[in-house]
């Protein structure tokens, strides 16, 4: 299966979830707020970084969850649009 590349707004989207999970997260480990999340710290590594710009849905969720942020919140915030 071949993966269609990503658009630079794609990327772009996936960069600013990163920052702001990154700043969400504060003060705690990665590895704390991974193993809360239900996930490896590997996973939340990439995501914070960009390398992983479309991580699966269940996976934002259960990192808001962890973090305390709503999923709408997320989606405002990592719109290029505001919705």
């Known amino acids: 299966m071949v993966r269609t590349p990503l658009t630079p707004e794609e990327r772009e989207r996936g960069q600013r979830l990163g920052q702001l999970l990154r700043k969400a997260r504060g ?3 990665m590895v704390e707020v991974a ?4 996930i490896s710290a590997e996973t939340l590594r990439k995501i914070e970084t960009g390398r992983a710009p479309t991580p699966a849905f269940f996976t934002v969720a259960a990192l ?3 973090l305390g942020l709503s999923m709408d919140e997320l989606v405002t915030r990592c ?3 505001a919705v």
């Open 27 to 29: 003060g705690r480990s």
């Open 35 to 38: 193993a809360q999340a239900g």
């Open 64 to 66: 808001a969850g962890a």
């Open 79 to 81: 719109s290029l649009v």
